[in-house]
């Protein structure tokens, strides 16, 4: 019991606790995690790892980078608009982004993904318009892009569903004799929620083609990870009778890696993986949180070391993959990027209070349109009464 205190205690990381840095680990205070999968160091160090070639191009790893900045920006951009009042919130994924675009670009076509709302990342990957989430956020419609199309379901804000839904949809393609894969992501939090516990038993005794990605942010709201497991996460697996895997979620090459494999096995007929993104949430749970109520300055300190953008900035520099050009070229995408954001968001029309009827079901039912009738008689009682 000792033994595996103080590894989980080491695991979630203290901040008050000096930590000796594991070497080539970067930020000093930050945990010792010998079953970290890594391929690209904090200081933007290329290194193999045995289990976990990475097959990639030079145009693939720019690609990267410009998805990460450009997300990164969109995420911003949308952080300041929430503030001036032109969104109802926000969720940031801010220090995510590698997390989120390694397991995005990990998908095939055919493959399908089931967000929670944080999923930003996943978004830009799969094709979405950003517009689309910003509607979202900004409460005018119920997100707007087509799941099918983009493989890419709506965000669940009801904690740990998605993976019910995954788990289902997976079985469902098992069925059809398709040879696609389901990627579930889940936060840290989530992982003690009922229904997710339920869908990796389904999973796994169905040898259902889906991967959990879990990205352990470290918090759930205010929440910090020692409050939801006395084992590190990615060993949760091991109890439900699937791997699981713990990556460095701020090393998008890993997460590539990783994720890609492990769509690979469920596309197989492997059954289902467990992927811990190992990562940090940089900004507050939401635009509705305080974050300096429950963490320490000095933690996210630490973690600011440990940023996913500079340190593929770092290697493509280095490695002379990338020149100064590519990176000006990038930041002047982002500021169109933003821009269309910005305009695109505050331009949105408002919808009709009576819009809300019509995505309830695909066909309107008696009783829906009785409501919507009564609603509308409502509304027509005041004087110039919207009709
Ligand atoms: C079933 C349910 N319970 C509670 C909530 C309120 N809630 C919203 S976010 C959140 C924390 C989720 O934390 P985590 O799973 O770690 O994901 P993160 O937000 O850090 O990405 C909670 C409890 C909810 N949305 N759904």
Redesign the pocket.
Known sequence: MTALRHETDADIGDATEVVDPVPGAGAPHLPQQPDLVQLLTPEGERVEHPEYPLDISDDELRGLYRDLALVRRWDVEATALQRQGELGIW?SLLGQEAAQVGAGRALQDGDMAFP?Y?EHGVAWARGVDPLHVMSLFRGVDNGGWNPVERGFNLYT?????QCLHATGYAMGVQRDGAENAVLAF?????TS?GEVNEAMIFAASFSAPVVFFC?N?Q???SVPLERQSKVPLYQRAAGFGFPGVRVDGNDVLAVLAVTRNALRAAREGQGPTFIEAFTY?MGA?TTSDDPTRYRLADEVEQWKLRDPIARLKAYLSRSGLADAAFFDGVEAEADQLAARIRSGTVDMPDPRPTDMFDAVYAEQTPHLAAQRAAFEAYQASFEGGEH
Do not use: K, M, P, S
């Open positions: 969720a929670t944080r804000i009801v904690i740990g569903a889940l936060g840290d939090g989530a929620q990205q942010n918090y759930a709201i949430r749970h």
